[in-house]
């Protein structure tokens, strides 16, 4: 189905997320929009999928016909379905019923021709997904191809997917996008939102490109990554040389310690940490990274084995006890683990650093605040809630409230859903803290993210874990291997 | 106890679950939709009291069912406007008007206190009722508690069978989700929440116009039956039929209290009343047990065949709350 955008605007009461906005889709287009967080793409794409409406003047015209919608409900019915970055189903219910909910029809839906339909679709795109399952013990991934098919089945010609590689594994990424090919080679037309340049140049047939509600330019292959990084940020960016901190005395050592969890089981790794050094953890979602950054910062305590930190023996301390040796912990979910929703920024520097009296100096507090928003460059105010900035900004925020000094720092996806500057910056402020003599571990499942800022690289694999490896003599292929179970020897367990 | 003694016994145990399962199963819908209707209580006995005054002035029974129904169905109106439409705290909302309703029903009730007023009278079933066992305990009841029987399967069904019950599960889970998929969540709230009410309205007149018949202000004893039949729901795990046996144990277990105080004269009757509720928690968790973190332990070291088995039963017996229990929902 061809698409066209006429003129598009919406704001949120001063600030234009979308100012007059011209594009022309073909029909079996996979079109990519690229900008970064912030940008107006998915205001736009909720526009186009009926979440939210544009102010008036514009138009959307669907094989040059003018059409209005007004709710999700319109635009499916007009044939434009999305994938909204967090998967909106129903965790705790089952897969059919997740498939079936919301196609019109009788009181009672006739459950056995629904799953005659499923089961041809997900076959078609050789999705193997369980009918019967519950939709909270899938993977990001699987939903993402549970919604695919869902929309198809309700008669999307148009698909928009909002960040859709945000969280899958890399073969997961690999069908995503073999899936969405065939798809437009059937004439149904793609629009893949994007922060990762790398996604949108091996994927689209054509790209857009916004930047402050605007569209600023738009490209064909074959794309000239520098110029589409001018584009999105309206200046050149560089990754930078990798960046390699002195090394310096032994932080933290690991001594045979095994984990297990009621899924896992990690036996006998030993490690040596080093002041200015930085390792990353890889591995698909799951595979024990998570608990072994944990048992790092000692919310879990090993089943055997030794931790040292600095020489003594933390063997079974708390996470309190880490805390006040210098170990700090960044958790993945920002708003749930790592910051408190509803507290403005004074609010967690105040928590951060003030921890005697019971009286709070507020004054003190804002000057503080005020001062780290300025050098940790968070687009907000000292009274801003947390969950009112922009994911990047939380991310700064949390970084700005890592006590000083620090032994060492854990992260677990410090750059996730951020766009390519946020992670830039991101990394020079934790690399300053390299220089400071922190040690870093983290965990991330952009590969490249891994190469380039870590020393070494810790590969995770349902539980058994790889020898040091060298990140600046591996390749992204060698490490995706590993990853995916390939090349492991025969016994598991692992020394350094 | 001869066995027509104890069928006679049970027989009345259906019967005095009938209005908490009608409380039960009107909370279902209104939680499932994402509303805490929290003036159940209030809501019960003002119905209760209506109900009997319209019936008692009117002379017919069944207008007095339905005036309970509209005295639910209007409290709930409030409940719904302040949360859905105000985007107030339902918990705030819904307490204060478990106890305004709660007084304002002792004072209003005044004229009626103690007056004869009509009954319903049981209706046994032809043929049926004549059937050994099943006969008197099922098909010798009144009216209003065959109505509750069909009333647990009809809401079961609805909510796990049909397209729009789907949606209402969808509603109170995710409702954004549910926009996606074409609800009208706000609207599909306000209608829940009121048939919900209308339920638990019926809950009032099925106490004064059936089971503990006419009005007796403070001491109708019904105080607390809502806070109980509140519990039911959430230990129900926000299904009807688990939600109708927690309703079941509950008079069940007050049943026995009666009965065991005539065989332990020596235990002090206090303690035979209040029995019924620690029971009934206990009863309750042991339902709930899949949600225990040493419950997941013990599966993981069994054997694959047997954990599979069991973790698929305990998967099934899991509640969670709708995840949108309590929280306003709006597009943007």
């Given at each position: 189905m061809n698409v066209e955008l006429k003129n598009i605007h919406k704001h949120f009461g001063k600030t234009y997320a979308n100012k007059g906005i011209n594009l022309a889709?073909?029909?079996?287009?996979?079109?990519?929009?690229?900008?970064?967080?912030?940008?107006?793409?998915?205001?736009?794409?909720?526009?186009?999928?009926?979440?939210?409406?544009?102010?008036?003047?514009?138009?959307?015209?669907?094989?040059?016909?003018?059409?209005?919608?007004?709710?999700?409900?319109?635009?499916?019915?007009?044939?434009?379905?999305?994938?909204?970055?967090?998967?909106?189903?129903?965790?705790?219910?089952?897969?059919?019923?997740?498939?079936?909910?919301?196609?019109?029809?009788?009181?009672?839906?006739?459950?056995?021709?629904?799953?005659?339909?499923?089961?041809?679709?997900?076959?078609?795109?050789?999705?193997?997904?369980?009918?019967?399952?519950?939709?909270?013990?899938?993977?990001?991934?699987?939903?993402?191809?549970?919604?695919?098919?869902?929309?198809?089945?309700?008669?999307?010609?148009?698909?928009?997917?909002?960040?859709?590689?945000?969280?899958?594994?890399?073969?997961?990424?690999?069908?995503?996008?073999?899936?969405?090919?065939?798809?437009?080679?059937?004439?149904?037309?793609?629009?893949?939102?994007?922060?990762?340049?790398?996604?949108?140049?091996?994927?689209?047939?054509?790209?857009?490109?916004?930047?402050?509600?605007?569209?600023?330019?738009?490209?064909?292959?074959?794309?000239?990554?520098?110029?589409?990084?001018?584009?999105?940020?309206?200046?050149?960016?560089?990754?930078?040389?990798?960046?390699?901190?002195?090394?310096?005395?032994?932080?933290?050592?690991?001594?045979?310690?095994?984990?297990?969890?009621?899924?896992?089981?990690?036996?006998?790794?030993?490690?040596?940490?080093?002041?200015?050094?930085?390792?990353?953890?890889?591995?698909?979602?799951?595979?024990?990274?998570?608990?072994?950054?944990?048992?790092?910062?000692?919310?879990?305590?090993?089943?055997?084995?030794?931790?040292?930190?600095?020489?003594?023996?933390?063997?079974?301390?708390?996470?309190?006890?880490?805390?006040?040796?210098?170990?700090?912990?960044?958790?993945?979910?920002?708003?749930?683990?790592?910051?408190?929703?509803?507290?403005?920024?004074?609010?967690?520097?105040?928590?951060?650093?003030?921890?005697?009296?019971?009286?709070?100096?507020?004054?003190?507090?804002?000057?503080?605040?005020?001062?780290?928003?300025?050098?940790?460059?968070?687009?907000?105010?000292?009274?801003?809630?947390?969950?009112?900035?922009?994911?990047?900004?939380?991310?700064?925020?949390?970084?700005?409230?890592?006590?000083?000094?620090?032994?060492?720092?854990?992260?677990?996806?410090?750059?996730?859903?951020?766009?390519?500057?946020?992670?830039?910056?991101?990394?020079?402020?934790?690399?300053?803290?390299?220089?400071?003599?922190?040690?870093?571990?983290?965990?991330?499942?952009?590969?490249?993210?891994?190469?380039?800022?870590?020393?070494?690289?810790?590969?995770?694999?349902?539980?058994?874990?790889?020898?040091?490896?060298d990140a600046a003599t591996t390749s992204v292929e060698q490490l995706g291997q590993l990853i995916g179970g390939k090349g492991w020897p025969e016994k598991g367990g692992s020394h350094a | 106890m001869n066995q027509e003694n104890l069928l006679v016994g049970l027989a009345g145990v259906l019967a005095a679950a009938a209005p908490i399962i009608f409380a039960v199963l009107g909370e279902t819908f209104s939680e499932r939709a994402g509303v805490i209707n929290l003036s159940m209580n209030g809501t019960i006995l003002l119905s209760a009291m209506g109900g009997f005054a319209v019936a008692y002035n009117t002379d017919n029974i069944v207008l007095g069912f339905l005036a309970g129904m509209l005295i639910g169905a209007l409290v709930a109106l409030v409940v719904a406007f302040a949360s859905i439409t105000l985007k107030q705290s339902q918990v705030a909302v819904g307490f204060v008007l478990a106890l305004t309703c709660r007084d304002l029903s002792y004072f209003l009730g005044n004229p009626y206190m103690g007056q004869a007023g009509p009954r319903l009278q049981s209706l046994p079933i032809p043929f049926l009722s004549d059937l050994p066992i099943v006969g008197p305990l099922l098909f010798k009841q009144d009216f209003i508690t065959y109505v509750s029987f069909i009333a647990i399967i009809l809401a079961w069904v609805w909510i796990y069978r049909t397209r729009p019950g789907l949606m209402l599960q969808g509603i109170g889970e995710k409702p954004a989700a549910a926009f996606i998929r074409g609800a009208n969540v706000n609207l599909m709230r306000y209608v829940y929440t009121m048939i919900g009410g209308a339920l638990i309205g019926l809950a009032g007149p099925a106490y004064s116009l059936a089971i503990r018949a006419g009005w007796m202000g403070t001491i109708s004893g019904l105080d607390g039956i809502g806070w109980i039949a509140l519990s039911i729901t959430i230990f129900g795990g926000w299904n009807p039929s688990r939600a109708a046996f927690g309703a079941y144990l509950f008079a069940f277990l007050q049943w026995l209290g009666l009965v065991l105080q005539g065989v332990f004269t020596q235990v002090p009757s206090q303690v035979l009343q209040v029995a019924p509720f620690p029971l009934m928690i206990l009863t309750l968790l042991l339902v709930n047990i899949g949600n225990a973190e040493w419950v997941e332990r013990t599966l993981a070291a069994m054997p694959e065949n047997a954990r599979k088995i069991f973790a698929k039963a305990l998967r099934a017996m899991r509640a969670s709350p709708p995840a949108a229990l309590g929280v306003p929902f709006d597009t943007d």
């Open positions: 889709i073909p029909a079996g287009t996979i079109q990519g929009i690229l900008g970064e967080n912030g940008a107006g793409k998915s205001t736009l794409m909720k526009i186009l999928s009926g979440f939210i409406q544009a102010d008036s003047g514009g138009q959307i015209i669907l094989d040059g016909k003018p059409v209005t919608i007004h709710s999700p409900a319109d635009a499916i019915h007009v044939g434009v379905g999305m994938l909204h970055q967090d998967p909106l189903d129903f965790p705790p219910m089952r897969v059919l019923d997740n498939f079936l909910l919301g196609r019109s029809g009788g009181l009672f839906p006739n459950r056995t021709a629904v799953a005659r339909d499923f089961s041809l679709l997900a076959e078609k795109f050789d999705f193997s997904l369980d009918p019967d399952s519950y939709v909270d013990s899938l993977t990001v991934g699987e939903r993402q191809q549970l919604e695919i098919i869902r929309l198809l089945w309700l008669g999307a010609r148009i698909l928009i997917l909002d960040e859709p590689t945000t969280g899958i594994s890399a073969s997961q990424k690999t069908k995503l996008f073999a899936t969405l090919k065939i798809l437009a080679e059937q004439g149904m037309t793609v629009i893949f939102v994007s922060h990762k340049l790398e996604d949108v140049e091996h994927l689209c047939s054509q790209v857009a490109i916004l930047r402050a509600g605007e569209l600023v330019g738009e490209m064909k292959p074959p794309f000239s990554t520098t110029k589409l990084v001018e584009m999105m940020f309206g200046k050149a960016v560089t990754l930078g040389e990798r960046l390699t901190a002195e090394v310096g005395d032994a932080i933290l050592s690991l001594n045979n310690i095994s984990l297990e969890d009621v899924r896992l089981k990690i036996k006998d790794v030993s490690l040596d940490l080093r002041a200015g050094e930085v390792i990353g953890l890889a591995g698909l979602e799951g595979s024990g990274q998570g608990m072994f950054i944990r048992a790092c910062s000692g919310l879990v305590r090993p089943v055997g084995g030794r931790v040292q930190l600095k020489g003594h023996d933390l063997t079974g301390k708390s996470y309190h006890t880490f805390k006040n040796a210098g170990v700090n912990f960044l958790p993945a979910a920002r708003l749930e683990e790592g910051l408190v929703p509803g507290l403005s920024l004074t609010d967690h520097f105040v928590l951060a650093e003030q921890p005697k009296g019971i009286f709070i100096d507020r004054a003190a507090g804002e000057k503080l605040a005020e001062d780290r928003i300025k050098s940790f460059n968070i687009r907000g105010t000292p009274l801003s809630t947390v969950e009112s900035l922009s994911g990047g900004n939380q991310q700064r925020a949390e970084l700005a409230l890592l006590q000083t000094p620090l032994s060492m720092i854990l992260l677990e996806h410090p750059t996730r859903g951020l766009d390519i500057e946020s992670v830039i910056y991101i990394w020079a402020k934790l690399k300053e803290r390299c220089k400071q003599g922190a040690a870093i571990i983290f965990i991330s499942s952009d590969l490249e993210e891994v190469l380039q800022y870590s020393d070494r690289v810790l590969v995770f694999f349902s539980g058994k874990v790889s020898p040091p490896i | -």
